[in-house]
């Protein structure tokens, strides 16, 4: 199965069955949600640029939460990376978010070390294709809500408490 919504630029972003399998696997709360995300990326309310290049698609599914689906546009095509739900909105509009880990630097220093040991210290896992890697402190993890940092790093909470994190451009830090 590959779905395709078309972006406001008019790029058709592929969901592919790998990915959307990847995505429910770490964001529990997604599933179920999967035409959700593809008008998400074909009608959002907003469309942020993130910090390698992706674009973050938001479209609110209630009143204030709302479902924020990351991509990449490659020219005439483009694929989604990941999607998460949030009812923190305030940090994708002013890109700037006070961190609600004591200090998000001391897990970004665990990335070169986390994407290649071969034995997994927390849960996590690495996505080469999408270069993210997910960061649960939990299993299984249900996010009842997310937000994403000026540096690309998605914190995901279950009832207030920190229980993941999604890194993108993982391979880059």
């Known amino acids: ?60 599914l209630e009143l204030g939460k709302y479902v924020v689906v990351v991509y990449r546009e490659l020219g ?3 694929f989604v990376i990941t999607a998460f739900l949030t009812r923190r909105i305030k940090s994708l509009e002013m890109k700037k978010t006070a961190m609600a880990i004591a200090n998000i630097e001391e897990y970004l220093k665990l990335l070169p070390t986390l994407t290649r040991s071969p034995s997994k210290l927390l849960w996590s896992s690495y996505d080469t294709e999408a270069d993210t890697l997910y960061i649960n402190f939990k299993k299984p993890s249900q996010a009842t809500d997310s937000e994403i940092t000026d540096d690309d790093v998605i914190i995901r909470y279950e009832n207030g408490e920190v229980v993941g994190l999604t890194i993108l451009h993982a391979s880059t830090r």
């Open 76 to 78: 005439d095509d483009g």
């Open 1 to 60: 199965m590959i779905d395709t919504a078309t972006s406001k630029n008019g790029v058709a972003i592929r969901l592919t069955e790998e990915r959307w399998d990847h995505i429910t696997d770490e964001h529990g709360e997604m599933a179920g949600l999967h035409l959700e995300v593809l008008e998400a990326i074909s009608d959002p309310i907003r469309v942020v640029a993130g910090g390698e290049g992706e674009l973050l698609a938001v479209r609110e």
